[in-house]
């Protein structure tokens, strides 16, 4: 069955940096776009870089410069560095995938707590 393990969240004071990484698992990864989202206490989800398969990146406006999602395709895992992190980056971090099926799985999110 289909698989996602995100890790690599934990506390943060501002300026630092963290890698998010989410382990996949239960489908072809090399042949889906891979994303990162997250929500934020109170506020609703925001989608925030996806990756496809060749590795071409897009984020939103909010995150350029300071965050990089990446992909390894041999090790099935997708990551997510953050730097200069800001308080208001506290949230939940999944990665998401849409799947063959029409669905959309996520993982169980990793908490990044900035402060």
């Known amino acids: 069955h289909v698989q996602l393990v995100e890790s690599g969240g934990g506390l943060i004071q501002p300026g630092g940096s963290l890698r998010l990484s989410c382990a996949a698992s239960?489908?072809?990864?090399?042949?889906?776009?891979m994303n990162w989202v997250r929500q934020a206490p109170g506020k609703e989800r925001e989608g925030l870089a996806t990756?496809?398969?060749?590795?071409?990146?897009a984020y939103a406006d909010s995150m350029k410069g300071r965050f990089t999602i990446s992909r390894d395709n041999a090790q099935n895992t997708l990551s997510l560095q953050m730097n200069s992190l800001k308080t208001e980056d506290t949230a939940v971090y999944y990665c998401?995938?849409?799947?063959?099926?029409?669905?959309?799985?996520w993982g169980q999110g990793t908490q990044v707590t900035v402060s």
């Open positions: 990756i496809d398969s060749d590795g071409d990146a």
């Open positions: 998401v995938t849409h799947l063959w099926d029409g669905f959309n799985y």
């Open positions: 239960g489908f072809i990864f090399t042949n889906y776009d």
